[in-house]
Protein backbone atom coordinates (compact mmCIF):
# COMPACT_ATOMS: atom_id res chain seq x y z
CA UNK A 1 0.00 0.00 0.00
CA UNK A 2 3.18 2.08 0.84
CA UNK A 3 4.38 2.41 -2.94
CA UNK A 4 0.67 2.51 -4.33
CA UNK A 5 0.23 5.72 -2.17
CA UNK A 6 3.52 7.34 -3.02
CA UNK A 7 2.52 6.67 -7.11
CA UNK A 8 -0.95 8.30 -6.43
CA UNK A 9 0.95 11.35 -4.64
CA UNK A 10 3.68 11.29 -6.99
CA UNK A 11 0.59 12.50 -9.06
CA UNK A 12 -1.50 14.29 -6.76
CA UNK A 13 0.48 16.23 -4.97
CA UNK A 14 1.83 18.73 -8.16
CA UNK A 15 -2.02 19.06 -9.31
CA UNK A 16 -2.33 20.35 -5.66
CA UNK A 17 0.39 22.90 -5.23
CA UNK A 18 -0.59 23.96 -8.94
CA UNK A 19 -3.76 25.00 -7.96
CA UNK A 20 -4.56 28.49 -7.87
CA UNK A 21 -6.12 31.19 -5.32
CA UNK A 22 -8.63 31.65 -8.42
CA UNK A 23 -10.05 28.45 -8.57
CA UNK A 24 -11.10 27.78 -5.17
CA UNK A 25 -14.63 28.56 -5.64
CA UNK A 26 -15.03 26.71 -8.77
CA UNK A 27 -17.37 23.81 -8.49
CA UNK A 28 -16.22 20.33 -9.27
CA UNK A 29 -17.61 16.66 -10.31
CA UNK A 30 -18.42 16.38 -6.34
CA UNK A 31 -21.68 17.87 -5.95
CA UNK A 32 -21.22 18.69 -2.33
CA UNK A 33 -17.71 20.63 -2.64
CA UNK A 34 -16.39 23.45 -4.02
CA UNK A 35 -12.63 23.38 -5.02
CA UNK A 36 -11.61 24.47 -1.17
CA UNK A 37 -14.19 22.23 0.39
CA UNK A 38 -12.89 19.43 -2.03
CA UNK A 39 -9.08 20.43 -0.90
CA UNK A 40 -10.32 20.78 2.76
CA UNK A 41 -11.79 17.17 2.42
CA UNK A 42 -9.08 15.74 1.04
CA UNK A 43 -6.43 17.42 3.65
CA UNK A 44 -8.72 15.60 6.39
CA UNK A 45 -8.31 12.42 4.85
CA UNK A 46 -4.64 12.71 4.54
CA UNK A 47 -4.39 13.77 8.14
CA UNK A 48 -7.11 10.95 9.43
CA UNK A 49 -5.98 7.93 7.58
CA UNK A 50 -2.35 8.40 8.63
CA UNK A 51 -4.28 7.42 12.60
CA UNK A 52 -5.54 4.59 11.14
CA UNK A 53 -3.03 3.15 9.44
CA UNK A 54 -1.23 2.87 13.10
CA UNK A 55 -4.36 1.39 14.33
CA UNK A 56 -5.02 4.78 16.45
CA UNK A 57 -8.46 6.81 16.29
CA UNK A 58 -9.31 9.14 13.38
CA UNK A 59 -11.80 12.33 13.90
CA UNK A 60 -13.92 12.81 10.74
CA UNK A 61 -16.38 14.98 13.19
CA UNK A 62 -14.87 18.21 11.42
CA UNK A 63 -13.41 19.40 8.66
CA UNK A 64 -10.64 22.34 9.30
CA UNK A 65 -10.04 25.01 6.93
CA UNK A 66 -6.31 24.17 5.69
CA UNK A 67 -6.31 26.41 3.42
CA UNK A 68 -6.46 29.53 5.73
CA UNK A 69 -3.28 28.65 6.51
CA UNK A 70 -0.14 29.85 5.06
CA UNK A 71 1.73 27.58 3.04
CA UNK A 72 -0.85 24.88 3.03
CA UNK A 73 0.39 23.67 -0.72
CA UNK A 74 3.37 22.70 1.38
CA UNK A 75 1.28 21.17 4.48
CA UNK A 76 -0.49 19.11 1.90
CA UNK A 77 2.85 17.57 0.44
CA UNK A 78 4.06 16.96 3.68
CA UNK A 79 1.02 14.97 5.53
CA UNK A 80 0.90 13.12 2.35
CA UNK A 81 4.26 12.10 2.59
CA UNK A 82 3.65 11.43 5.94
CA UNK A 83 0.98 9.00 4.87
CA UNK A 84 3.00 7.31 2.45
CA UNK A 85 5.53 6.67 5.42
CA UNK A 86 2.32 5.67 7.48
CA UNK A 87 1.21 2.68 5.00
CA UNK A 88 4.57 1.60 4.57
CA UNK A 89 5.35 0.55 7.90
CA UNK A 90 5.22 -2.92 8.74
CA UNK A 91 2.15 -3.63 9.76
CA UNK A 92 -0.11 -0.79 8.39
CA UNK A 93 -1.91 -3.34 6.33
CA UNK A 94 -2.32 -6.24 8.87
CA UNK A 95 -5.84 -6.69 11.24
CA UNK A 96 -8.18 -4.21 11.56
CA UNK A 97 -7.69 -0.12 11.43
CA UNK A 98 -9.06 1.87 13.97
CA UNK A 99 -12.96 2.32 15.19
CA UNK A 100 -13.68 1.80 11.53
CA UNK A 101 -13.35 -2.15 12.06
CA UNK A 102 -12.25 -2.53 8.55
CA UNK A 103 -9.62 -4.67 7.47
CA UNK A 104 -6.20 -2.50 7.49
CA UNK A 105 -6.26 -3.15 3.56
CA UNK A 106 -9.82 -1.92 2.67
CA UNK A 107 -8.70 1.31 5.12
CA UNK A 108 -5.73 1.54 2.62
CA UNK A 109 -7.74 1.33 -0.08
CA UNK A 110 -10.09 3.88 0.79
CA UNK A 111 -7.31 7.08 1.40
CA UNK A 112 -5.98 5.30 -2.09
CA UNK A 113 -8.88 5.94 -3.51
CA UNK A 114 -9.61 9.62 -2.39
CA UNK A 115 -6.18 10.50 -3.60
CA UNK A 116 -7.22 9.40 -6.51
CA UNK A 117 -10.39 10.29 -7.27
CA UNK A 118 -10.46 13.51 -6.09
CA UNK A 119 -6.96 14.48 -7.71
CA UNK A 120 -9.31 13.50 -11.16
CA UNK A 121 -12.06 16.14 -9.49
CA UNK A 122 -9.46 18.59 -8.70
CA UNK A 123 -8.27 18.22 -12.45
CA UNK A 124 -11.59 18.67 -14.16
CA UNK A 125 -12.78 21.54 -11.83
CA UNK A 126 -9.55 23.54 -12.89
CA UNK A 127 -8.99 22.77 -16.20
CA UNK A 128 -5.87 20.19 -16.24
CA UNK A 129 -5.29 16.93 -17.48
CA UNK A 130 -4.82 14.41 -14.65
CA UNK A 131 -3.71 10.75 -15.36
CA UNK A 132 -3.47 7.95 -12.51
CA UNK A 133 -0.28 6.01 -12.50
CA UNK A 134 -1.43 2.55 -14.26
CA UNK A 135 -0.43 0.36 -10.95
CA UNK A 136 -2.41 2.66 -9.06
CA UNK A 137 -5.39 2.01 -10.76
CA UNK A 138 -4.83 -1.88 -10.85
CA UNK A 139 -4.58 -1.92 -7.31
CA UNK A 140 -8.08 -0.36 -6.51
CA UNK A 141 -10.17 -1.54 -9.28
CA UNK A 142 -11.23 -5.24 -7.42
CA UNK A 143 -11.49 -2.99 -3.94
CA UNK A 144 -13.87 -0.37 -5.48
CA UNK A 145 -16.08 -2.93 -7.12
CA UNK A 146 -15.99 -4.82 -3.77
CA UNK A 147 -16.97 -1.70 -1.63
CA UNK A 148 -19.42 -0.25 -4.02
CA UNK A 149 -22.33 -1.69 -2.79
CA UNK A 150 -21.50 0.08 1.00
CA UNK A 151 -19.92 3.18 -0.55
CA UNK A 152 -23.89 3.85 -2.40
CA UNK A 153 -25.52 3.07 0.78
CA UNK A 154 -23.08 5.30 2.95
CA UNK A 155 -23.68 8.31 0.36
CA UNK A 156 -20.09 7.95 -0.56
CA UNK A 157 -20.57 6.85 -4.06
CA UNK A 158 -23.53 7.61 -6.52
CA UNK A 159 -25.10 5.53 -8.77
CA UNK A 160 -22.99 3.95 -11.71
CA UNK A 161 -22.50 5.64 -14.31
CA UNK A 162 -22.50 3.92 -17.71
CA UNK A 163 -18.56 3.83 -18.81
CA UNK A 164 -18.09 4.53 -22.49
CA UNK A 165 -17.73 2.28 -25.46
CA UNK A 166 -14.25 1.12 -25.12
CA UNK A 167 -13.30 2.26 -21.60
CA UNK A 168 -10.32 2.06 -19.46
CA UNK A 169 -9.77 0.63 -16.61
CA UNK A 170 -9.81 4.02 -14.53
CA UNK A 171 -12.97 5.63 -16.91
CA UNK A 172 -14.47 2.39 -15.31
CA UNK A 173 -13.40 2.55 -11.73
CA UNK A 174 -14.79 6.59 -12.22
CA UNK A 175 -17.87 5.57 -13.25
CA UNK A 176 -18.46 2.81 -10.60
CA UNK A 177 -18.24 5.41 -7.93
CA UNK A 178 -20.67 7.78 -9.81
CA UNK A 179 -18.74 10.08 -11.81
CA UNK A 180 -19.15 10.34 -15.70
CA UNK A 181 -15.95 9.97 -16.75
CA UNK A 182 -16.26 11.85 -19.70
CA UNK A 183 -17.11 14.84 -18.51
CA UNK A 184 -14.45 17.20 -19.86
CA UNK A 185 -12.13 19.46 -17.61
CA UNK A 186 -13.48 23.28 -16.74
CA UNK A 187 -11.89 26.37 -17.42
Known sequence: MGDL??????RAVPLIAG????SLDAP???AEYDVRALLNHLFAVVVNFQALAAKEA??????PDRLAEPGWREG??????????AWAAPGAEE??????????????????????????????ATGRAFEPAPEVVAGLVDE???????????NVFGEA?????GAGAFERLLATTGRDPGERPRG
Do not use: I, K, Q
Not at 76 to 85: H, I, K, S, Y
Not at 144 to 154: D, G, Y
Open 5 to 10: LRAAAD
Open 19 to 22: TGEE
Open 28 to 30: TPC
Open 58 to 63: ADFSTT
Open 76 to 85: FAVETGRLVE
Open 95 to 124: GTSGAMGLPARTVGAMVLLDLTVHAWDLAR
Open 144 to 154: VERMAPMARRM
Open 161 to 165: VEPPA
